[in-house]
């Protein structure tokens, strides 16, 4: 180390003191102290960081595939064709991203990346943390709402009357399954009275009768982002009504607020497109499929329970919350036959749980008729319900301690009925972090930990409280992160500043999870859901590694509500899923990343480590060369620099 001044010893004569000074000062004799003491540091840290224990058991293959993945993401930092957004004196080509910038802006890019590739490819352990009625894109569900047995039945509201080109971009739409004796009205009419709570107004239009006048009436220009093959222009329309579009998310003046209340148009857009007897059923089914696809093997959906029925496919019958769940079990046991029978049975090997959700903002009498539901549910279908969790922006009222006494009597009911309904509450998705009040005291974070949750969504505020961070370490609390969630809804700008590596770096055990993915694609769908969290992880952070990945996606199997053998018996399928994986890292993309400059891994210090210059030439300067020439510069090597000139014609 090197000393601290002393603080004993006279100061210097003056006139020595210039006398010492008037030949400058040279460095340190060749000395290996800093050096040392500096390994010393980086080692501790490495030993004590969050993967150490996968890194450390990691196989030679692994290592392998390690290696090529850091060479490719560096070279895919650097390549102007995807992102190649390099720092210099120059202003960036226009056509340049950052890796790991804007989500939205950046997908088209994402899509062909071979990180992102990987990040399909690798086995992902379980899904912890996704919304039931958000799972699957617009591109799936409109056309089934326009299937001609739905015809007659599909009907849409709006908050207003279209009249105007102000109204296409100002109204929310709803959709519902309604029955033929309903009466039908025009959403395109000035008389057009869009109460649905007055019992003698219909606010309902066909919606094969909307798509009609929307096609005749609407303004050419409706701004719309894209066109994805096969829907017509109301249905593009009312899809940008579903997704976060990127204007919601980045358009100038959007804010956190602007952003929650884009994302709860869309998820009760959703909701009726979702919520009726024969999607429901094929929904369930659809989204093992999707997930089978992203290498997961098992989930926990979040419904929203607190509307207790969903219709028929003609809007005459409603179909309670016991015959929901049941229709949930038929296919979960229909998709594990299917796999069974195609000598798959590892690939989706326990099903689905159910994690029970109302939201925060209901009166307690009502909270307290939900947890009852939440019980009697839990007793009918004691394998599929597996937590109770409060949703809702957590901008807004009510903060869980609202319900304490509730909450607390619930726990104190399961204990005497012998059953455990674990918290998962939403905790600390907020950067106001006050529970919806004006009090910090209020934030749910508290709660959360009081409560004895098993694992809590997002905790990205948990960064503020350094000692509940060791608290929820001692109580195992689990976050289940969403990068891309969180920066949709404008916690964080883009995937560099979400505080992941920090909360990992804390010690603190992470999963990682897709939130609503049917709702923040904004691009055509793709099964990736938890593939594209993967990525972002990867190029958010320079530490992120392979065996960081490993342990994400270890700990989601860990933090599950699976029994203990599951447990065991799904660590066993992901340490086979995982080798398998490494290997087709090596063969797919080992002689390509072996082709690459490599990137510059050396350590830049004095005094013996000098990093040679050809390493720094190489993973500097020929990436620039590459991109300057392609903006027609001129590149020259001088020594460990590059030099760049304009080229003077
Ligand atoms: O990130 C989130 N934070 C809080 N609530 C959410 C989030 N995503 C979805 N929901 C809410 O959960 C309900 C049921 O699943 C959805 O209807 C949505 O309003």
């Known amino acids: 180390m090197v000393d601290p001044p002393s603080t004993q010893e006279p100061n210097l004569a003056q006139a020595q003191a210039q006398d010492l000074l008037s030949e400058g000062f040279r460095a340190a004799e060749t000395s290996t102290v800093y050096q040392d003491a500096r390994h010393g540091l980086l080692d501790s840290e490495q030993q004590l960081s969050w993967y150490a224990g996968a890194r450390s058991r990691a196989s030679q293959l692994e290592n392998r595939a390690q290696q090529i993945l850091l060479a490719i993401r560096e070279s895919e930092r650097d390549d102007p064709e995807l992102f190649g957004n390099m720092p210099s004196e120059l202003i960036p080509d ?31 352990g379980c899904h912890l943390h996704i919304h039931f009625n958000c799972e699957l894109p617009p591109e799936e569900l409109l056309p089934r709402a326009a299937s001609s047995s739905m015809q007659p039945f599909m009907c849409i509201r709006t908050t207003k009357p279209l009249m105007r080109p102000q109204d296409y971009a100002d109204v929310e739409v709803v959709f519902s399954v309604i029955p033929k004796t309903t009466v039908k009205v025009d959403c395109f009419a000035t008389s057009y009275n869009p109460d649905f709570k007055d019992k003698n107004n219909s606010p309902w239009m066909l919606w094969s009768d909307f798509r009609q006048r929307f096609h005749e009436l609407a303004p050419a220009d409706l701004g719309l982002e894209e066109r994805p093959d096969g829907l017509d222009e109301a249905e593009c329309w009312v899809r940008e009504k579903m997704i976060l579009t990127a204007h919601d998310v980045y358009g100038e003046g959007q804010t956190v607020n602007s952003a929650w209340a884009c994302f709860n148009q869309g998820t009760r857009a959703f909701k009726g497109l979702v919520n009726y007897k024969s999607v429901y059923r094929w929904y369930v089914g659809a989204a093992i499929d999707s997930m089978i696809r992203d290498n997961v093997m098992y989930a926990e959906l979040r419904p929203m329970l607190m509307d207790k029925s969903i219709p028929s496919d003609d809007g005459t019958l409603q179909i309670d919350l016991n015959a929901q769940m049941k229709i949930i079990c038929e296919e979960v046991r229909k998709k594990q036959q299917q796999l069974q029978d195609a000598g798959k049975p590892d690939q989706f090997p326990f099903g689905l749980k159910i994690i029970y959700c109302t939201p925060r903002s209901i009166p307690r009498p009502k909270m307290q008729s939900e947890l009852l539901d939440c019980l009697k549910l839990k007793l009918e279908f004691p394998d599929l319900i597996c937590g109770f969790d409060l949703v809702g922006a957590e901008d807004r009222r009510n903060p869980i301690s609202f319900y304490a006494d509730l909450l607390v009597g619930f726990t104190e009911t399961c204990k005497k009925l012998k059953i455990s309904i674990p918290f998962m509450f939403h905790a600390g998705e907020t950067l106001l972090d006050a529970g919806g009040t004006a009090n910090p005291d209020n934030s749910n974070l ?153 990137p510059d891994l050396s350590v830049a210090g004095t005094g013996g480590e000098r990093p040679s210059q050809s390493s720094q030439v190489d993973a500097l300067a020929i990436p620039q060369a590459r991109h300057r020439l392609a903006a027609g510069l001129s590149v020259g090597v001088n020594g460990c620099e590059v030099t760049l000139e304009r080229e003077i014609h």
Request: with cysteine.
């Open 94 to 124: 226009s056509n340049t991203r950052d890796m790991g910038g804007r989500f939205l802006i950046n997908k088209p890019r994402i899509d062909q990346s071979k990180i992102f590739a990987m990040a399909q490819r690798m086995p992902k």
């Open 446 to 598: 508290y709660d959360a930990l009081l409560l004895n949750c098993k694992r809590i969504g997002h905790g990205y505020a948990l960064l503020k409280h350094p000692m509940l961070i060791e608290k929820y370490k001692q109580q195992n609390i689990a976050l289940e992160l969403c990068p891309v969630s969180n920066e949709l809804l404008h916690l964080c700008g883009n995937a560099r500043e979400h505080p992941f590596p920090a909360l990992l770096a804390a010690g603190l055990h992470c999963t990682l999870n897709a939130d609503n993915p049917g709702l923040y694609r904004g691009a055509t769908h793709d099964s990736s859901s938890l593939s594209y969290e993967f990525y972002q992880v990867m190029v958010g952070d320079t530490r992120m590694n392979i065996h960081g990945w490993k342990q994400l996606a270890e700990w989601s199997i860990q933090h599950s509500c699976l029994a203990e053998a599951e447990i065991d018996r799904a660590m066993n399928i992901f340490a086979k899923d995982w080798d398998a994986f490494c290997h087709w890292v090596v063969s797919t993309y080992g002689q390509y990343a072996d082709g690459l400059t490599k």
